[in-house]
């Protein structure tokens, strides 16, 4: 995972499962572990599944009964939502054979029940397949020069976005996946009209086809057209490092996190350019965001790593309403199911925790 993600860890930390705890022999002179993960306030664990592998990527399909995750040696492993058993393994000669992590995972939105679940993949190798679920088979892949390290689809699901290790955005057309754009700067450096480092998070307009967000390492967040080379126009100041972008499509704000100590959470405006707040730290301390996003109207979610947590926080009050603390490692991914309640994912070292959050009227 050298120049991908960094993130520290504890050493000889218990792996838990949804079954049973298993704990490594340090010997007589291991230091006391650390506390098992816990969810506190608001938020109650539901399951946890240990993958096998580091986890670098989880999905819900639209349907809410299948949940993906990408591993670090290639594989992706899909579960049954209702009883966390593994259901499909999807690998082939080329990802076993490369054994180079699953950046990001995409359910295909909008498909017919009857034609089953389709499900996008990138690796750091490059790859950017089309796995069909049920029958376990990549029906396309295609090859990109860099590392590949986001991807998302429009909202009806025509399009999709790559962006990875290179300053380029790549536009592909689903159903053929042709090809249609190449978002990225000008050749001077004097203009600042697109991305100058690797690309980590990309996100649609929740109501739009055709306007979306970038972040990365350069600490801008860009807005595109994707029929426009060059980008719109831009935000500076988030340093974004994972699946950190998230529009309201009432509101037209932007959840944006930054794996950073300071401001790590803020919220602008996306059509002023304007930050509208900062969100505080939690009590606990100071945590770098990999993952955010809008939990309904009135609630956020955000993860990251030094502080191994993953809280939802009230939106008006800026209140940490629950939180999963105690986590083996950084946390990388995170999904909310379409169900209701909704299901939460959270990625953590091997492990994939299913948390509720069981919201109260307190605030409301």
Not at 271 to 297: A, E, M, N
């Amino acid at each position: 995972m050298s120049g991908l993600l960094v993130t520290p860890r504890w050493k000889g930390f218990p792996r838990r499962s949804s079954t049973n705890l298993s704990f490594s022999d340090g010997g007589a002179d291991s230091q006391e572990p650390p506390p098992l993960p816990s969810a506190d306030g608001e938020l109650q664990i539901e399951g946890v599944i240990d993958c096998g592998k580091e986890v670098m990527s989880c999905r819900f399909n639209p349907s809410g009964t299948l949940l993906a995750a990408g591993l670090v040696d290639g594989t992706i492993k899909v579960y049954s939502v209702s009883d966390w058993s593994c259901v499909h393994t999807l690998k082939d000669d080329q990802t076993a054979a490369h054994h180079l992590p699953v950046t990001a995972v995409r359910f295909v939105p909008g498909r017919q029940a009857s034609q089953g679940d389709l499900l996008l993949a990138t690796y750091a190798g490059g790859q950017v397949k089309f796995w069909h679920v049920s029958t376990q088979s990549c029906v396309r892949s295609l090859q990109e020069d860099r590392q590949t390290l986001a991807v998302t689809f429009s909202p009806s699901g025509s399009h999709f976005l790559t962006a990875g290790s290179s300053d380029d955005i790549n536009v592909y057309d689903t159903e053929t996946a042709a090809r249609m754009n190449v978002c990225q700067p000008s050749p001077s450096v004097s203009v600042m009209d697109g991305h100058r480092s690797r690309i980590f998070g990309l996100a649609f307009h929740p109501s739009g086809e055709e306007d979306f967000v970038s972040g990365g390492w350069d600490d801008t967040v860009q807005f595109w057209n994707i029929r426009q080379k060059h980008s719109l126009r831009r935000i500076s100041g988030p340093h974004v490092c994972g699946d950190s972008l998230d529009i309201d499509p009432e509101t037209n704000e932007i959840l944006v996190g930054s794996w950073r100590k300071q401001e790590s959470l803020e919220i602008w405006d996306s059509q002023t350019g304007q930050k509208r707040q900062t969100v505080p730290d939690d009590y606990r301390g100071q945590s770098r965001v990999y993952s955010c996003r809008w939990l309904g109207p009135d609630h956020m979610m955000v993860a990251g790593s030094d502080i191994n947590m993953c809280r939802v926080i009230d939106r008006g009050s800026l209140m940490t309403r629950g939180c999963l603390i105690d986590l083996p490692a950084g946390v990388y991914s995170t999904d909310v199911s379409s169900s209701a309640p909704p299901l939460l994912a959270v990625t953590s070292g091997h492990s994939l925790y299913l948390l509720r959050f069981q919201q109260s009227n307190e605030l409301h």
